[in-house]
């Protein structure tokens, strides 16, 4: 079953803009994590955020998590051509002992 | 430090026979988990190893099965190969210590097709 659902399933935007996905889930996690995924190749990782951390950075992106709504949000600013990829939310409810549950993604596309 | 290998990329076989997939982890990663990746289904986790003990597993038929070596190198074996089972299989390797969890770092990934 699917753990971690994302919103939107798809996102289509220019060059420049920021790009935000939502991630909601239903159990209790360790942590949550975002990959991105390009053309069906291997997943990248980006970005792992604790349950008791609420926001965390890497570059241009930013991650947030709410564990009283149970979701969490990836904001990509001044996105760029090579940002266009399927991103996955991924959540840790066991401390890896069960995998990683991830959602169905959403699939970026950046216009130039 | 050299990524996660997984081999070989690509696989075709028919409805009946068994494959193996292998992986290779990052250097000094214990943990190695599996995943199998379909259009409908998504990802999905089959299983993962530590020690070379499997710690968990999926929701897969017993035709998946896996294993572990001491060198933490991975095979996952499908035996009578159905054509559901068409999918990119991932290998992920990660650090893993007292129950806290790193990221997971996947590789290439290994194209099976069923005909």
């Known amino acids: 079953s699917q753990q971690g659902e994302e919103d939107p399933q798809a996102l289509s935007i220019q060059e420049g803009e920021n790009a935000t996905m939502n991630c909601s889930y239903k159990?209790?996690?360790?942590?949550l994590q975002w990959y991105r995924q390009n053309s069906g190749r291997g997943l990248v990782h980006l970005i792992l955020?604790?349950?008791?951390?609420r926001e965390k950075h890497s570059g241009r992106l930013r991650v947030t998590l709410d564990t009283s709504k149970k979701s969490s949000s990836l904001l990509i600013t001044a996105s760029r051509a090579a940002d266009t990829a399927s991103y996955f939310c991924?959540?840790?409810?066991?401390?890896?002992?069960?995998?990683?549950?991830f959602g169905k993604g959403t699939h970026l596309i950046i216009q130039p | 430090k050299a990524g996660v290998t997984q081999t070989p990329r690509y696989l075709i076989k028919t409805r009946g026979q068994q494959v193996t997939l292998s992986c290779s982890p990052i250097?000094?990663?214990?943990?190695v988990s599996w995943y199998q990746q379909t259009p409908g289904q998504g990802l999905q986790f089959l299983f993962e190893?530590?020690?070379?003990?499997?710690?968990n597993k999926g929701n897969f038929p017993g035709r998946f099965s896996g294993r572990q070596f001491s060198n933490s190198r991975s095979e996952m074996n499908v035996s009578t190969l159905e054509l559901g089972d068409s999918a990119l299989y991932l290998c992920?390797?990660?650090?893993?210590?007292?129950?806290?969890?790193?990221?997971?770092?996947f590789g290439p990934g290994t194209r099976l097709t069923v005909t």
């Open positions: 955020i604790r349950s008791n951390e």
């Open positions: 991924a959540t840790d409810v066991r401390g890896g002992a069960d995998g990683l549950t």
């Open positions: 190893y530590f020690s070379e003990t499997q710690r």
């Open positions: 159990t209790s996690i360790n942590n």
């Open positions: 992920a390797s990660s650090f893993w210590q007292g129950g806290i969890t790193y990221e997971q770092y």
């Open positions: 250097s000094g990663h214990r943990s």
